[in-house]
Every structure is written in C-alpha cells, then in structure tokens.
T-cell receptor, first 115, second 113 residues
Framework: GAGVSQSPSNKVTEKGKDVELRCDPI?????LYWYRQRLGQGLEFLIY????????KSGLPSDRFSAERTGGSVSTLTIQRTQQEDSAVYLC?????????????FGPGTRLTVL | LAKTTQPISMDSYEGQEVNITCSHN???????ITWYQQFPSQGPRFIIQ???TKVTNEVASLFIPADRKSSTLSLPRVSLSDTAVYYC??????????????FGTGTRLAVRP
C-alpha cells in the first residue's frame, strides 16, 4: 500500500477482554516497530521485527502483551486481559530495513480505550 | 541507551526561525540523531536525520556539535502549519539485547499569527 495502515482505528473494550491490533506495513519494508503513546505523552518503544523475527521482547510492558508478524508483512499486537492502564494509542511503523531504523514511516495508530 | 531531554513547549510567531534543542549526553558512537514531527491524531513524520556537523533539507536544518551530546533542529520562517510536537530520536537497534529506540518527551511548538 501507499503507507502504513492500522486497524481498527478505534477500539473500546471492557477490562479483562483480549484485543488484537493489526498493522500493515509499507510493501517491501522488512523492519516493523510498535509503540505506545499515552495521552499527552511521548512514544514508548515496545518491540521491533526484522522480517518475522522479534529478537528482543524486553520492551513489552508485561506478559499480557505479545506480538507476531507473518509473511514478513502484517503484524498483530495482542493484549490479553486488558487493564485500564493499557488505554493509549498504539502506533506501528515500518522502515525499509533495520539499517534504516531512523527513517520510520508511521501509521495513524489505534486508539484503545479500556473501560 | 541514550536518554534524551527536550523543552516541553515553545512559542513562536509566523515568519520567525525556531530552534529546538535535544540533549543526549550518553549518546553512543553508532547512534544517529533523527527528528520527527507529530500532528494531533496522526503518527509521527520523519523530518531530518544526522550524525555530526550540519544537515539541511527542504524542511529544516539539524546542527550537531562535535561532542554530539546535543542537537538542534532549526525550522526557518515557521508558519501556523508548523504547530506540532517535535521529537528527537537517538538510538541504535539490532546490535545487542535490550536495544530500544528512545524518543524524547517531545517539544510542543505553538506558532501564533
């Protein structure tokens, strides 16, 4: 596609439910990144993928968070047993390769609200 | 892991030059410095990147002193549409365990008529 797309754009869920957030990177981009941005705050780095591999998952906030990427393209960020503190905008970005991590192209984000 | 510090907010008027400085005292040898712009309800957008000295593109200039412990984003003749949050990004990734990309807390620039 022309840019990074994310779905859904908005998600409202109840505490304790699981949610899946999807990211479609720019075609041909091998590196993919997930961030969390709480209201009025900066970006919190969560995880990156090189191809389908996530070499380092230490940035994920807790074991309720997981991410995967298939076919070197679409990525899914899953949050299990959501808590109110998970409410935030989740941003996905991609870059041509890991070597060009500085020039990331961001999607519009998914706004997650946990009631 | 380079921690970055930026001013929380800045005000300017249309037509003025704006300089936003980011401090990154423990920047690593291989780290590049990148600046992003973010409008409300949108993802950040790449502006400029550099390693040392000065870099200029059609949008901005980036000044990096010899010690690389800080960097300054310079926006010439700002307009109302430059009102946004500006982030500096310093870091490296893919080299070792625990690598993270650290965005600064962001500087909220307000441009007034």
């Amino acid at each position: 596609g022309a840019g990074v797309s994310q779905s859904p754009s908005n998600k409202v869920t109840e505490k304790g439910k699981d949610v899946e957030l999807r990211c479609d990177p720019i075609s041909g981009h091998t590196a993919l990144y997930w961030y969390r941005q709480r209201l009025g705050q900066g970006l919190e780095f969560l995880i990156y993928f090189q191809g389908n591999s996530a070499p380092d998952k230490s940035g994920l906030p807790s074991d309720r968070f997981s991410a995967e990427r298939t076919g070197g393209s679409v990525s899914t960020l899953t949050i299990q047993r959501t808590q109110q503190e998970d409410s935030a905008v989740y941003l996905c970005a991609s870059s041509l390769s890991l070597a060009t991590y500085n020039e990331q192209f961001f999607g519009p984000g998914t706004r997650l609200t946990v009631l | 892991l380079a921690k970055t510090t930026q001013p929380i907010s800045m005000d300017s008027y249309e037509g003025q030059e704006v300089n936003i400085t980011c401090s990154h005292n423990n920047i690593a040898t291989n780290d590049y410095i990148t600046w992003y712009q973010q409008f409300p309800s949108q993802g950040p957008r790449f502006i400029i990147q550099g390693y040392k000295t000065k870099v200029t593109n059609e949008v901005a200039s980036l000044f990096i002193p010899a010690d690389r412990k800080s960097s300054t984003l310079s926006l010439p003749r700002v307009s109302l549409s430059d009102t946004a949050v500006y982030y500096c990004l310093v870091g490296d990734i893919g080299k070792s365990s625990g690598d993270k990309l650290t965005f600064g807390t962001g500087t909220r620039l307000a441009v007034r008529p």
